[in-house]
């Protein structure tokens, strides 16, 4: 579904690319809760700047919204009074005067289908988030149509994933997660526990042991929102751009900084320093 409207971002080289899809999401978000079809840029600046920085460390709210017209999504009626600076990116003065946008014909026609509009959120959710990211995503836009929808639909297709990762991936770690060694047994089954991608899977990360962690809840998130990442010698590395007073924070985090995490028993199902790499460049706030 997303190839109706694909968007131009270095996901093709391999770089987590997700200020575009938010902006794109919260404005599908508008159009889904109130039928917007006309925004201006210093309201969805206003809005997106945190949520955006939340997922990447960086606010930028000027490129993604000005460049969704080279992808047939956003028109700007006003476009020729917005100065273009040699690098090719708009005046920020000029976009927060100038910067009215509403929706393509083209697009508009599109989601204005409802299976359409859902397909197409779901494509972008798998395209470019991790699953941990998901709910969390729809409910800052807004697009609360899951638990209504995709149950009784089978015109969305989600995200195909290999079910033995988390089995082989728990077994790889005898069932404990890789940083505080949390493990719990219920009838035979480890809970709480999840297999988490290195390397997304949004971005071509395998379902293979070398690429997976087994992560308790908490750091399972927290490893996908950047806040900590490996080094080479897999020791626990905590971003400088986290802070906190708690309790928690101390005990749950700063406690494992500087230390090695568990590894699994064989060498080869160690995880892959390609991975980890592509981890610390692309998702690791630094």
């Known amino acids: 579904m997303i190839q109706d409207f694909p968007l131009k971002t270095m996901k093709s080289q391999g770089v987590r690319a997700l200020n575009k899809p938010i902006t794109l999401l919260w404005l599908i978000g508008q159009f889904y809760l109130f039928e917007k079809t006309e925004f201006h840029f ?10 955006i920085r939340d997922y990447t460390g960086n606010p930028n709210v000027v490129d993604p919204f000005w460049r969704l017209q ?3 999504i956003l028109v700007f009626p006003e476009s020729d009074k917005v100065r273009i600076s040699n690098s090719g990116g708009p005046s920020v003065v000029d976009l927060r005067h100038y910067g009215r946008a509403v929706f393509s014909n083209e697009f508009l026609i599109f989601i204005q289908n409802p299976d359409n509009l859902i397909s197409y959120c779901e494509s972008l959710l798998s395209g470019y988030f991790t699953e941990s990211f998901e709910e969390d995503v729809l409910f800052r836009t807004g697009l609360n149509y899951r638990d209504s929808y995709l149950k009784s639909s089978s015109n969305v297709h989600r995200r195909k994933r290999d079910p033995k990762f988390r089995e082989v991936v728990g077994t790889a770690y005898n069932h404990h997660c890789a940083v505080c060694g949390f493990n719990l047994m219920l009838g035979g089954s480890s809970i709480a526990n999840e297999a988490a991608h290195i390397k ?11 690429n997976g962690l087994l992560l308790c809840n908490l750091h399972h998130n927290l490893f996908d ?3 900590f990442t490996f080094s080479e010698n897999y020791t626990f590395s905590v971003s400088d751009k986290v802070s906190s007073l708690s309790d928690g924070f101390k005990k749950w ?5 500087d230390r090695e995490i568990i590894l699994p028993r064989k060498q080869d199902w160690y995880p892959s320093q390609d991975f980890l790499t592509w981890h610390r460049k692309n998702v690791f706030i630094s």
């Open 225 to 227: 929102r950047g806040v």
């Open 42 to 51: 210093i309201e969805a600046e206003d809005r997106l700047k945190d949520f």
């Open 253 to 257: 985090i700063l406690e494992y900084e």
């Open 70 to 72: 080279n992808d047939g």
């Open 200 to 210: 997304w899977h949004a971005y071509d990360g395998p379902d293979r042991v070398d």
